[in-house]
């Protein structure tokens, strides 16, 4: 198997480029960085959470944090390079990758520069204790032999909403609040009731010099091409625009400082005072006099620079794998096209998955992988050709020979299972869990195990021992958590079936920021038995996939009673014999769909996302359904907890710690998910029977409340947004940061059956999905409904940031992409094809829309 760590970078650097451009290229070469975890840094006032290659390994060198500050992912830099060749695939996003590693005291190098396209880049950050202050020198090198124009945007998000947790522009140089050219500081701060450091930025020499700044953008909506506003949500989003123009084997720089200033009524004035004398005097103690040569937005003396200068850079990365020798294109296959064409003779099981690990190898690590998955099997070809001799035999099966992501908090006997933590590095359980054995009776490929939020604790971001998750729609953006790996993985066409796990958000979030299918069941349609657990009795293992007939077919293999685990004791009575029975695209006729229009209101965000998703709503009309206002659930209720770690440990054959409060306060957790142990090493008792059922029993008052308030206003099903505002960039802290999700969605907190449907993009292009909630056990109609409006609406969105490999003959020659003729699998049922592309590319998100996608899809009854 390979096991992901967080990249180690050789520290071998490249000399001076006096012999030319050549040496630049050929010289650069991989390496790797050491890992603990995230870095917290003091100065004089204030603490600085620096995004290095630690632990999560986010590696962005911006700030994700300052205690007592709206800091929210500050610091970072979007790059766009035009002007030599063709723009490279990650052209305008976040820069990342740089291995930036901590000295101890008070700075972070980089030992990788990160090649876009033909622009070298590494950024070195100095945290300065005496200011209260961080020095960014970031550096840019042509490699090409033409001239680059080089757009560089520095900054992050401020604050959110345009309450007290708003970060506006309180000064600037000239005296203002608004930002220019003309500026060489700003300041912004929260109101003084809300308590917090203002933060200043001090941008370099201002206009007319000819290096200055040129313009704001919002850092999180392609800051190149979209103005800072000055008032709402996105006021909180600033972005500082350099340009350059880089001659052939040229290096220029540019040198920014970020300060935290301290809280009170007299905040701004302070900080003002220091940023003035910071631009007046900047601090550049520990940079070389050709360092200082190549910085282009400060005025300062140069009577020892020369025309143009090359700096010595760190190694670049040996570039990812581009080609693959399959023929057979597995980029956006649903199972169901996968398995027709395998059971037509038209592509074998060790094809696909080939296809699968070559792409897991082109866009999954290096600077801008992916990050999706932790380990992926060593043996999966072997079980490949296992499927494949399986069905030579006359077997046949809705998931044989398809290759599966599993979240690596599912036990697998042939794999570590490491709940995203490092202090599991390494640690693999007897046996699988219950759902991975049965995908295996199903014949299914276990291609790897996913990338998640350490111990499935978040469902805004998927940052594990193991690497962050950067969304494949928009890949500056988060996944979501805490099943991001398996959502990604999926939208990047590395696997065609994954599995995850929610407790709160855990699927649907993910599965909305990647524009696929989820869904949840009801408590107890499918074992969690060998899931590591978040909140026993609410924590639900279940299926993300690219269409619901894809979501059936994984249920088949994995639902219903497991004898072992009294949670799914009624499974089996209310579990479909074969759930692709009830896909029909009538399953909103006739129905009533209950609504609450407050639930499409963003709490803090001012675009008109929530807006969008409820005009949707016109779509189940569409298809049959009547809309019904209604008013908020009743209260979920209380239930008796249940000790989920203690019921898991009691069911390994061995595990290294004695109980979870162990587990969890080892070094090797992610600070900011550490706890502390004070059981002395005691085992902690297994939950009696007793226990469980009477958590059980608690959590079906939740149900019949759900029931009750479903059936006074006569109502089949109630839909929720998956989202209501903006997605927003990688590198935050918070939960406002990453999207809005406080829809009250009754999923999760009372037990009931859920599945997301894609629909579309917003206005700024990220994606939406509308939640269709059920009462208890009414599983398979939640799914049916799904499926109607998914056949409806056809408004997946499709990556454009992991395309089509390039196919390489025997004879070395490229082999050009040909038209696949459609493939039918035999279902006893009828077949549904679709046969009309209409597709919409959305410019600023780089998606694309698949409106009336080619799916081979299904539709029985």
Known sequence: MTLRTTPHHRARR??????????????LSAGVVPASAVTTVPTAGAEWQIHDSARPGLDTGSIRAINNTRVDGYGNIFVRVAGAGSAPLMNGQMMRGFGLTFDGVSTFSSTVSVPLGDVAVSRRVDLQSASDSARYFDTFTNTSSSPITVDVSFGGALGYGSGNQQGTVAATTDGDTTISPADSWAVVSQPVAAGNRPIGTVLGSPAPFEGAMVRTGNQERNPFETALVTTGHEANFYGFVNTLTIDPGETQSLLRYVYAGTPGPDSVATASTALTALATTPSVEGLSDDELCTVANWDLPSDDCGTSLTLELPPTPAPAPTTT???YDVVSKSIAELQADMELGVVTSEQITQAYLDRIAAYDDGPFGFHSFITVADDALDQARAADARRAAGETGELLGIPMGIKDIYDTYDMPTTGGSAALEGWTPAKDSYQVAKLREAGAVILGKTNLSEWANSGSRSESGYGQVWNALSPSKTSFGSSGGSAVALAASLTAGAMGTQTGVSLYAPATGSSMTMFRGTDGMASTRGVMPLTYGQDYAGPIARTVTDLAYILNA???????????????AHRPEDWTDHLTVDGLQGKRVGFIPGSFVSGFADDTTGATVLASLSELEKAGATLVEMGTPPSAGSAPSVNGWALYISEQESFPFPNSSALKADERVLPYNRGTDNTGGAVVPRPTDEQIQAR??????SKDRIAQWMDA???????????ISDIYNNDGNSNQHSSDRATGVPTSNYGVPTVVVPMGANEHGYPMSLQIVGRAWDDAAVLNAGYALEQATQAQLESQYAPRLTVIGEDGEVIPPAAEAPALAHTGGEISEAIVFASALLLGAGLVLALGAARRRHARG
């Open 713 to 723: 206003a006569d109502v089949d099903f109630v839909v929720y947004a998956g989202f």
């Open 14 to 27: 490249l000399g001076t480029v006096a012999a030319g451009i050549t040496a630049i290229a050929v010289a």
């Open 325 to 327: 020798a399959i023929t």
């Open 558 to 572: 994995t639902t219903g009673t497991d004898p072992d685990e009294l949670l799914t004791a009624e499974a089996d």
């Open 696 to 701: 059980i029993d608690a959590r079906k008052l």
